[in-house]
Structure formats: structure tokens, C-alpha cells
């Protein structure tokens, strides 16, 4: 029997591997059908991301506008230069392109050096080197003119970028914060809605090569960037520049160490209208130092670029930058002896505003003596005057007929155990007394404000639930925002958080308050003809720092019988004249309110005694006929005065709308090439106001009063003149003596 061809092993091997071929086949096309169902996009944008490239069309940043419409932050159009490493080396004669090119850009862009091209050049395994990341248009079409001249446009590209821009330089800098080189927010607004003001970004896909260069296919795709949204704010650029002013003065007047802040709120909807800390920084320049931060970095001693210099410099950026309204806390002092007496009308603790209460200097509490700011102490006196006083002993009395629980319990109602909730990042939180430890010592120091700190916006926030009726609100800076083609996409609805007293207890509040600035209470340099301002002061020290390190402060909302706004100025660390709220504060709240409550419409109602006080404001008289000034200047309450022979007026002393103080008030009208009579000013300094007052006026002189309101009627002495002694001025012209606020211990 003949042996078989192949043998049975043979077969069973070749079965085997055939098996497994068939297995491997199957397996390969199971894979490829995945890799082509399955997996068919994830490896198709592997093949494009090779043999495309991706360019970013960057979305437009969103504007920031003004209650009014004002621009406040934008755009504008600047230049971005960039290099093409990888072609640039592939040239025919590389090197000498590559100095071509470093020639001629160091040549055209000031500060730019050869070497650093070079560099960017020198990375040959990159596409595309980003050399001058902006620069202005002049700049731009120098580039672009030598790039078409040597023919680089391979090599060499112009890119007109955004970049962020704010119209008013300094103004609500820290509020608005600012963004950084690649266009992200950083500090305040910019940083808070950094998403719907950054919109998304499109993009532009071409076909390229592994070099660089386009492949000659029509392949392209292009996805449309989607622009971020406008924000249309509560801020009011005309307060927020009175709120600077303000501030301004307020921190020259008193050398704040430690700078100053203050907020302007709109109390029935919780809106802010304006927010500043001083010193501010520019916002088109952010990494530059402010004057002040400069000098002190200067007086340091540190030599330019070394790391002691750096690390200092870095330090008082953050600083500068830092929003002090929001992010830190201060021990409020007397301010907060309003919601003390708050709580307390409102539990029934008192019932009759002329209750009796007696202040010898001092009470003991616990096993402490704890003394009233004023020395021998305020005597007799009614509930309200403790108010308005500022009675430390009476705040202490009344919080104890409270309890602590209920006390405590009225400071979370007023929104103090916890952030206001604003629109706006880093918001600091106070530091209070925990609950369970919260003795009888602690409610009496607590009472007049001490030994706890709250925020700045949380201070404003519970005494702006006074002000409005009791509600205490959330406090917010966007009212809305709206997309690219005007659309709403948001809109704020006011937000109650509670309800912390009634109506009757804030109208009781308001009526105290203002009948303290009115009269003679401690909050007296808030006071403004016209308008009825409810308002207190406050001064504490620094706990745990230098003792002689105060805090002075003033909270205030006007008209006192129908609240509009609320303002609060805090000047941290006062090292010049008076320490107290009363002066380095209070008088800069008045200046806040007198300028911008007309400009919201809100008509002035003056008492009689306020309306012999006014001043007058000169008319514009010039073009005027001898007979219509006479007339007209009679009427208003001015004295006058004709100089030259001409028919018509064609120049005055006072300038018009200068404001003089209404007795004596004289304006010398020059006629045709008339030429008005000139005096030698006295030295006024240490005068009495009355004094003064009559020699200005014997030498026909106008007066304008920068001071206490009462300054002349308290016949104090001047501190300062306008003009110094030995000028020579024309007849008519305002002097404006100076005299000091009266210092209100709190």
C-alpha cells in the first residue's frame, strides 16, 4: 500500500497555520472596519492635525459700559510681528536672510535688538515665532513696506490683534481690574465675568505640508468665532469721578499710611453706582507702579533689576491692585452704634426717644471699666443725644437690655456673619465673636463697634437696610449683559435677602441721625445746605498694631426722609492733624453728596436760615449792556462796580459761576477797554473769620469758605488763604479762606 503524499502531521500543521492566518485576516479586517466605523473620526483628525494647520480667529472681548452708555473698557487695533523659523532656514542663503531680517526689524521697532530676532530665528524646528507681540500702526506699515521690498512674505508676517483699552485711564481701576498679555481678566470685572466677556474663538484650517508650506489642495475649513458679551453696569462714571476726588483730597488732607476707599450705593435696589480706592493705578499700564507705590519702592534702596528689587516691586503691585472696598476688613467703630440703636428700637428694649440715661466716662462691665470717648464723660443725656453723641456707656446699657443672643442674632440679620454676595471676586469676610463664647464683655464693646472687624461693603450694605425701610439687599455691579447683536442675555432682578427692621424703626433711625447733622452731633462735618443728610462717624484703633494707629470713617445717606444713596469713606491709618472720622472723613462724604445728588435730579429744599446762608454764583455777564447787568446783578443779591466807558461788558471779576459767600458779594464789570483797580492782599492767616471777612471786603474782594459750614458764624480762625499775602489782584477777585472741621470724638 503506497505511504501518502503528506504526511498527517504535515496536515495538521499546515491546517494550523491556516487557522491562524484565517484568525489574523479576520482580526485585520474587524480592525479596519472599527479604525473605518468606529474610530473613523478620531484617526481622520490625526491625518488633518498632520497635514493641517489650525490658526486661532480670536473672538471679540466684550465691551464694558457705564450706567449711561459710557465706555469704560474696549478694544482697539494694535500689531503683532512674527517669524517663520522653519522657511526662513530652507531659504537659499539662510544666514544672510536671517541678518537681512534682523536688520531691518531691530531697525524699525525702537527698543528691538538684533540679537533677539536672531533667536527667535535660531528656532528652526518651529513654524512660526511671535517677535513683536504689539505695536502701532506707523510701525506696522514701516514693516509691511520692507517686507514687500525684500520679498519675506514667506518669512515675515503683520497680524492686526486686539488688545484691551480703557478709555479712562485710572477711573474705577480697581474695580474694573484689568487682563492680561493674552487677552484673560485678571483683577475685578474683567476677571468676575472673564467667560461671557471672552466670547469663543473660531478657528481657520488650511492644508500645510510637515515645512510649512500649502498644499496644493482646496482643503480649508473655517468655524466663526462667537464674540463675548457686553456688560452694562451700575457704575456711573460722573460719581465714581466725584467718589475719586473725594478720596483724593481725603488721603492728601490726612497722609493715609494705609490708603482709603469708598463706596456710593444706590440703597432701594442695592446697586452700585460707584467704588474707588486711592491711591488708583492705570488700567492701560497695570504692571507700572502708581507715584506713590514708585516712591516707596525708591526709598527702599534696592538696586534696579536685583530680586530684593523684584520681589518688592511684585509685592506692592498686589497690593495696589487690591480692591480695599471689598476684599479687607477694618473694626468699624461709632458707625456702627446705628445698628445698635437699630436692634433696639426695633426689639422695644426702648420706647421713649428722651429716656434718661447718665454718662459718667466709664462703666463696668464683667470685671473690666471700659471708658467713653469723652473724657468726665457726656452727663445727662436722652437716647437720641446718646445717638448722636455717640455715648459709648448708653450703646453698652441698651445692647444689655438686648442679651447677647439677640444681639448676636440682629448682627447675622444685618448680613454680617457673611459675604454681601456682589458681583465682584475676592470679598473679604468679618471676623466676629463666635456664639458659643459670646459673653457680656464682648456684647458691650461690640455695641460701639469694637473687637470685630467687618468688610467695608458689608458695612455700607447694613446701614443702606436703614436707609431703605429694612430690607437688607444683595449689592451687584452688572445690571446686564447683551451679545454681539444687542440681545438681553441677563438681566439682574433686585435681590432681598431679608427683612431686618421695620419701616417706623429706619424712618426713627434717619430722623435721629439727620437731626445730628443738622444740629451739633458728632457727624455735623456731613452736613449740606439743601439736603438732609443722615449720617455717623467713626474712629477705632488698630488691635494688635501701633496703638496710636486709628481707623477714620463716616457713613452716610441722603435725603435723609426719602433715601436715595448711601456713602462710606474709610481713610486707613490717618497720620497727619486729626485722627477722627469726624474730619478725615465725614467732611469728603458732604463732597460726595453735595455734587452728585443734583446730578441724579434731586431737587434741594433749603430752610430759612439756610437760604440767608447761600452763597451766590456770579452770572456770565460779559456781552451784557450796562443797564442789564445793573438790573439783573441787583436782583441777584450782588453789589457792582463799572469800569471804562465802553457800551457792552467784555470782561468780569469774578469769572462766572464762581460761588462767593453772599454778604459782601461784589463784581467789577470792565466796559469796552476799561481796566479794572488792583489790590495788595494781607496776610489773613490767624485772623477771625469775621475779621477777615470785613477786610476783604472793605478792599471790594469776594470770600469763599473751605471748611465747617459755620465757619463764619462761629467766627473761627483761618488756617489758610488761597492767594498768599503781597499778591496783587484785581478788585472783585474770590479768596478763599480756609478754617479747620470741627474734631467730633467718637
Avoid at 474610530?39 to 490658526?55: G, H, M, N, P, W
Wanted: aromatic share 8%; glycine share 8%; proline share 3%.
Amino acid at each position: 500500500m503506497p505511504k501518502p503524499l503528506v504526511s498527517r502531521r504535515t496536515l495538521k500543521r499546515s491546517s494550523v497555520i491556516a487557522l491562524g492566518l484565517v484568525l489574523i485576516f479576520l482580526f485585520l479586517a474587524l480592525r479596519i472596519f472599527a479604525i473605518q466605523v468606529f474610530d473613523f473620526a478620531r484617526y481622520q483628525k490625526k491625518v488633518i492635525d498632520q497635514l493641517t494647520t489650525e490658526s486661532p480667529v480670536r473672538a471679540k472681548r466684550g465691551e464694558i459700559l457705564d450706567a449711561a452708555g459710557r465706555v469704560l473698557a474696549t478694544n482697539q487695533t494694535v500689531y503683532r510681528v512674527s517669524v517663520f523659523p522653519n522657511v526662513i532656514a530652507r531659504a537659499d542663503d539662510s544666514e544672510k536672510t536671517a541678518a537681512l531680517i534682523a536688520e531691518g526689524l531691530s531697525s524699525i521697532v525702537q527698543g528691538l535688538k538684533k540679537e533677539t530676532v536672531l533667536d527667535h530665528i535660531s528656532h528652526t524646528a518651529e513654524l512660526e515665532r511671535t517677535v513683536v507681540r504689539e505695536t502701532n500702526t506707523e510701525t506696522a506699515n514701516a514693516i509691511l513696506g520692507f517686507i514687500g521690498e525684500h520679498d519675506l512674505h514667506e518669512m515675515l508676517t503683520v497680524e492686526a490683534v486686539t488688545t484691551r483699552y480703557y478709555p479712562y485711564g485710572s477711573l474705577a481701576s480697581h474695580l474694573l481690574g484689568f487682563t492680561g498679555s493674552d487677552g484673560q481678566g485678571l483683577y475685578g470685572l474683567e476677571l468676575q465675568y472673564d467667560s461671557a466677556l471672552s466670547g469663543e474663538n473660531g478657528s481657520y484650517i488650511t492644508a500645510r505640508d510637515s515645512t510649512g508650506n500649502a498644499l496644493p489642495t482646496p482643503y480649508e475649513a473655517y468655524v466663526p468665532a462667537s464674540d463675548g458679551y457686553t456688560l452694562h453696569t451700575t457704575i456711573d462714571a460722573y460719581v465714581q469721578s466725584v467718589l475719586e476726588e473725594q478720596l483724593e483730597r481725603a488721603m492728601i488732607e490726612s497722609k493715609a499710611a494705609n490708603r482709603v476707599c469708598g463706596i456710593v450705593m444706590d440703597v432701594n435696589t442695592g446697586a452700585i453706582l460707584a467704588m474707588a480706592t486711592g491711591p488708583s493705578f492705570d488700567l492701560n499700564a497695570p504692571f507700572e507702579l502708581n507715584n506713590a507705590c514708585a516712591a516707596e519702592l525708591a526709598a527702599l534702596g534696592y538696586t534696579e533689576g536685583s530680586d530684593a528689587y523684584k520681589a518688592a516691586k511684585s509685592e506692592l503691585l498686589l497690593e495696589t491692585w487690591s480692591n480695599k472696598a471689598v476684599t479687607e476688613i477694618y473694626m468699624p467703630g461709632s458707625t456702627f452704634k446705628t445698628l445698635t440703636c437699630s436692634m433696639v428700637l426695633e426689639e422695644k428694649a426702648v420706647t421713649n426717644l428722651n429716656e434718661g440715661f447718665f454718662c459718667s466716662g466709664c462703666m463696668a462691665v464683667a470685671d473690666r471699666l471700659i471708658h467713653c470717648h469723652k473724657v468726665g464723660g457726656h452727663g445727662s443725656l436722652t437716647f437720641t443725644e446718646g445717638l448722636q453723641n455717640s455715648c459709648n456707656p448708653v450703646m453698652m446699657t441698651i445692647a444689655a437690655r438686648l442679651g447677647c443672643e439677640c444681639f448676636y442674632d440682629y448682627v447675622r440679620k444685618f448680613g454680617l456673619l457673611e459675604k454681601t454676595g456682589i458681583d465682584l471676586p475676592g470679598e473679604g469676610n468679618s471676623i466676629f465673636h463666635a456664639a458659643s463664647n459670646f459673653t457680656a464683655l464682648d456684647l458691650a464693646t461690640a455695641s460701639f463697634g469694637q473687637n470685630f472687624k467687618v468688610s467695608i461693603l458689608q458695612m455700607i450694605t447694613a446701614v443702606s437696610a436703614v436707609a431703605n425701610g429694612g430690607e437688607l439687599l444683595t449689592p451687584y455691579v452688572v445690571e446686564r449683559m447683551s451679545d454681539a447683536d444687542g440681545n438681553v442675555v441677563y438681566s439682574h432682578e433686585k435681590s432681598v435677602r431679608r427683612r431686618v427692621i421695620s419701616k417706623e424703626t429706619a424712618k426713627t433711625i434717619s430722623e435721629i441721625l439727620a437731626g445730628g447733622v443738622a444740629g451739633d452731633g458728632g457727624a455735623k462735618n456731613a452736613y449740606v445746605a439743601g439736603y438732609r443728610v443722615a449720617a455717623k462717624t467713626g474712629t477705632s484703633e488698630k488691635i494688635g498694631d501701633d496703638r496710636s494707629a486709628r481707623i477714620g470713617s463716616c457713613v452716610a445717606y441722603a435725603p435723609a426722609d426719602n433715601p436715595e444713596v448711601a456713602v462710606i469713606i474709610v481713610v486707613d491709618e490717618p497720620t497727619d492733624g486729626s485722627r477722627y472720622g469726624s474730619v478725615v472723613a465725614a467732611p469728603f462724604v458732604a463732597g460726595v453728596i453735595k455734587n452728585i445728588l443734583p446730578y441724579m435730579g434731586v431737587e434741594t429744599v433749603y430752610t430759612e436760615e439756610e437760604e440767608k446762608n447761600l452763597t451766590l454764583t456770579v452770572p456770565n455777564c460779559i456781552g451784557w449792556s450796562r443797564e442789564e447787568a445793573a438790573a439783573i446783578l441787583g436782583q441777584s443779591g450782588f453789589q457792582y462796580s463799572f469800569v471804562g466807558d465802553g457800551d457792552i461788558v467784555t470782561a468780569q471779576t469774578p469769572e462766572a459761576f464762581s460761588n462767593v459767600e453772599r454778604v459782601g458779594a461784589t463784581v467789577v464789570l470792565t466796559m469796552g477797554e476799561g481796566r479794572a483797580g488792583s489790590v495788595i492782599l494781607p496776610e489773613l492767616v490767624g485772623m477771625t473769620a469775621s475779621m477777615a471777612n470785613r477786610v476783604l471786603i472793605d478792599l471790594g474782594l469776594n470770600v469763599a469758605i473751605e471748611g465747617a459750614a459755620d465757619s463764619l458764624k462761629a467766627n473761627k480762625t483761618v488756617i489758610g488763604q488761597s492767594i498768599p499775602s503781597g499778591s496783587e489782584v484785581a478788585k472783585g477777585t474770590v479768596i478763599t479762606l480756609h478754617f479747620s472741621y470741627d474734631e467730633m470724638i467718637e
